[in-house]
């Protein structure tokens, strides 16, 4: 069962979005306001499709607020249970299979197409040994098990879902240096996309912020680039959590979330790992990261080399400066293991570039896989709705090829 609703934005489980108003004198805003009126009333100005701030939607920061677990699941889960009463009560037409390829419905920014709960979306991609993209299979080359159990496929197509995609960068200085590269990579990134596909802008430092709402234009998107600031800290967890949420719905759209950071979290905010899989795994979001690990390793480990090379190793300072690397080496090595799983576990991919000039290179690479993907539908022969974690495999017979999805999903509930 297919719907149509609009999307509507509201605050998850300890989580705000504020938006930054213009600043000036009430003298000022009242002119302004009698000006608009002017306008409006003497019919010579539209209603605007969007707020504008040099064409783009107003920044808005996420802020979630550090609550006990127990009380955000309770919280999320009622939301969630909100979220399918009011599904329920909004009913549809049958989604019918034969038709699946030809149900394109046209929807603004600001809308999104539900899908059936008893329907399952898999995004699919699959290459082969030599790590080239496979765009030829059909329904028949694939196979699909639920919890260990076949599931018949009901249809199947190549890229004709289109995606949403969450471009994020961390902010902080660690990876501002690669800026301008990012801002050139991201423009080209959105060149790549079909006309149907949408992106967003998220930036994640001491906090995280959205300096783009889902758009299809490149122009917002640069303007958008050019307001990027750095910060200090790294609040990456938040930055996945709140993106899951407040970005992405449980629709017809293929979801992707790409992410520049070496993921090394500051542990100042109000998510840990486990929470923003979680979050990501409920949305159904693929996550790409292009991550500086490399890089940051290559100079650590040079300056470490140097420190115990020189004839000051045992100096007092050195010795704690070397302690500091050893450390730093550690937690990158740490940082790329959780990177691989998180990317795994979604269906997307890892990214570990050796300079940040090789930017373009990874995000047109990813361009390219979002382009020839397969979207795989099916009904799960279980019609339980307990809100349990499904565990999803594709398999492709008879071919040495790598297949890439998620690891699963969670059933909706009643």
Request: hydrophobic letters at 35%.
């Amino acid at each position: 069962m297919r719907t149509a609703c609009v999307r509507q934005r509201r605050s998850s489980a300890g989580v705000e979005w504020s938006r930054s108003s213009a600043s000036g004198s009430r003298a000022g805003r009242a002119c302004a306001l009698l000006l608009l009126f002017s306008f409006l009333f003497a019919g010579l100005l539209k209603t605007p499709t969007a707020f504008t701030q040099d064409q783009t939607r107003p920044r808005r920061t996420l802020q979630p607020t550090k609550t006990p677990n127990s009380k955000t699941t309770a919280a999320r889960d009622a939301a969630t249970t909100s979220d399918a009463q009011q599904q329920k009560d909004e009913g549809g037409a049958q989604r019918q299979t034969e038709h699946a390829k030809q149900d394109t419905q046209e929807v603004g920014d600001d809308e999104v197409v539900t899908i059936n709960a008893s329907e399952v979306l898999l995004p699919v991609t699959v290459r082969d040994a030599s790590g080239q993209l496979v765009t030829d299979l059909t329904r028949k080359d694939f196979r699909v098990f639920e919890d260990g159990r076949e599931q018949p496929l009901s249809d199947l197509s190549l890229r004709q879902v289109p995606v949403d995609v969450a471009l994020l960068v961390d902010a902080s200085s660690s990876v501002a240096e690669s800026f301008e590269d990012f801002r050139r990579a991201a423009d080209e990134f959105a060149a790549r996309l079909d006309r149907e596909d949408r992106f967003c802008l998220v930036k994640f430092d001491d906090r995280v912020e959205l300096l783009l709402d889902w758009s299809k234009s490149r122009l917002q998107l640069r303007r958008a680039l050019s307001r990027l600031t750095t910060g200090v800290f790294t609040r990456f967890n938040d930055a996945l959590l709140l993106s899951a949420r407040e970005q992405f719905q449980r629709n017809e759209r293929r979801r992707a979330l790409v992410v520049l950071s070496d993921g090394i979290d500051s542990n100042r905010g109000a998510a840990n790992a486990e929470a923003a899989m979680r979050a990501l795994l409920e949305a159904q979001v693929a996550v790409y990261v292009i991550s500086n690990t490399e890089i940051e390793r290559a100079r650590k480990q040079s300056e470490l080399d140097g420190l115990l090379a020189g004839p000051d190793s045992s100096v007092r300072f050195n010795q704690l400066r070397i302690g500091d690397l050893r450390e730093s080496l550690r937690v990158l090595d740490a940082s790329e293991q959780n990177l691989s799983e998180l990317t795994r576990s979604t269906g997307g991919r890892l990214y570990k570039p050796q300079s940040f000039t090789a930017l373009d290179r990874v995000y047109t690479e990813i361009a390219d896989e979002l382009r020839h993907q397969y979207a795989l539908y099916y009904t799960p022969t279980s019609p339980a709705r307990d809100g349990r974690f499904r565990r999803v495999r594709v398999e492709v017979p008879g071919h040495d090829y790598q297949v890439a999805t998620r690891v699963g999903y969670y059933a909706p509930r009643h």
